[in-house]
């Protein structure tokens, strides 16, 4: 089975979909990002869609799911790379990607995920560890 390569860049995991996304390719890298997230003990994800032609309802839960994931275990998520069409489809057909950041490319995804990472350290030093 194919599966989707994340790679580590100092705190932040970073994965960039290359291949068409069948559901049984995304429930994996669901499953294999969140065991990263745990294993290197991420503060911040950053996926990489910008090969991705379509976006269908299933894919934009998972990218939902995925944030809401690594946001419960500490790491804060930003996709990037999304296309006009793909943006377009996902407002009609009324998804809402709850917890999901986007920035235009890679490079303003790296720094929106450090200031999100900020933000969240400075909550947690001011009130403690969020949920």
């Known amino acids: ?4 390569p994340i790679l580590k860049l100092g ?13 049984r390719l995304a429930l994996a890298l669901q499953d294999d990002l969140t065991g990263q997230v745990v294993k290197h003990k991420a503060r911040g994800v950053l996926i990489d869609i910008s090969a991705l032609e379509i976006v269908d309802s299933f894919i934009g839960r998972m990218l939902s799911n995925i944030a809401a994931m690594t946001r419960t275990l500490g790491a ?15 407002v009609e057909l009324g998804m809402a990607l709850n917890d999901v950041h ?16 900020r933000e969240r350290e400075a909550v947690e030093a001011h009130e403690g560890p969020q949920p």
Not at 104 to 117: C, H, M, P, R
């Open 76 to 90: 804060e998520t930003v996709v990037v790379g999304m296309r006009p069409a793909v943006a377009i489809t996902i």
């Open 102 to 117: 986007t920035a235009l490319n890679v490079e303003k995804g790296i720094a929106l995920l450090e200031s999100l990472i």
């Open 11 to 23: 705190d932040l995991l970073l994965v960039s979909i290359q291949v068409d996304m069948h559901d």
């Open 1 to 4: 089975m194919e599966k989707i």
